[in-house]
């Protein structure tokens, strides 16, 4: 499975880093309906609720939009990155610049912990896994 399936999977968080100075933790959700995949990015201290919400992530066209609701800007360093990360990964291009993503130990579509090694390795549990 792509990376780019995984992170629309449904609870994908994950950290595009580049090793030095930067660094943003963002989490997908997607929406009851599956219609609709809001994007997070991790603003304070706790890694489990301290999250904003940054926009609508569109996967026909492998970019986040920004939304009324949304407390970033289009030149903000966080909506930059993802989109430039979302396009990469679509286009199954390796990262550049030294940027890598670190993901969660939860699977990325229920957001369950994962225990199993090769689970760990896929990102994702065999239960959900047999559901995408």
Same mark, same amino acid.
């Given at each position: 499975m792509k990376d780019y399936e995984i992170m629309t999977a449904g609870k994908a968080t994950f950290t595009l880093t580049n090793g030095v100075d930067r660094r943003w933790t963002y989490r997908i959700s997607k929406s009851k309906d599956g219609?609709?995949?809001?994007?997070?990015?991790?603003?304070?201290?706790?890694? =489990?609720?301290?999250? @904003?919400?940054?926009?609508?992530?569109?996967?026909?066209?492998?970019?986040?939009? *920004? &939304?009324?609701? $949304?407390?970033?800007?289009?030149?903000?360093?966080?909506?930059?990155?993802?989109?430039?990360?979302?396009?990469?990964?679509?286009?199954?291009?390796?990262? =550049?610049?030294?940027? @890598?993503?670190?993901?969660?130990?939860?699977?990325?579509?229920?957001?369950?912990? *994962? &225990?199993?090694? $090769?689970?760990?390795?896929?990102?994702?549990?065999?239960?959900?896994?047999?559901?995408?």
């Amino acid at each position: 499975m792509k990376d780019y399936e995984i992170m629309t999977a449904g609870k994908a968080t994950f950290t595009l880093t580049n090793g030095v100075d930067r660094r943003w933790t963002y989490r997908i959700s997607k929406s009851k309906d599956g219609k609709a995949h809001f994007v997070s990015i991790l603003t304070g201290a706790d890694n =489990t609720s301290d999250y @904003t919400y940054l926009g609508l992530f569109k996967p026909e066209n492998a970019s986040v939009m *920004l &939304t009324k609701a $949304s407390q970033f800007k289009p030149e903000s360093h966080p909506y930059r990155a993802i989109n430039w990360l979302m396009k990469e990964l679509q286009a199954e291009r390796p990262l =550049t610049h030294n940027f @890598t993503v670190m993901w969660s130990d939860s699977c990325q579509r229920c957001g369950r912990e *994962l &225990t199993v090694p $090769s689970s760990i390795d896929n990102r994702i549990g065999p239960e959900c896994a047999k559901k995408m």
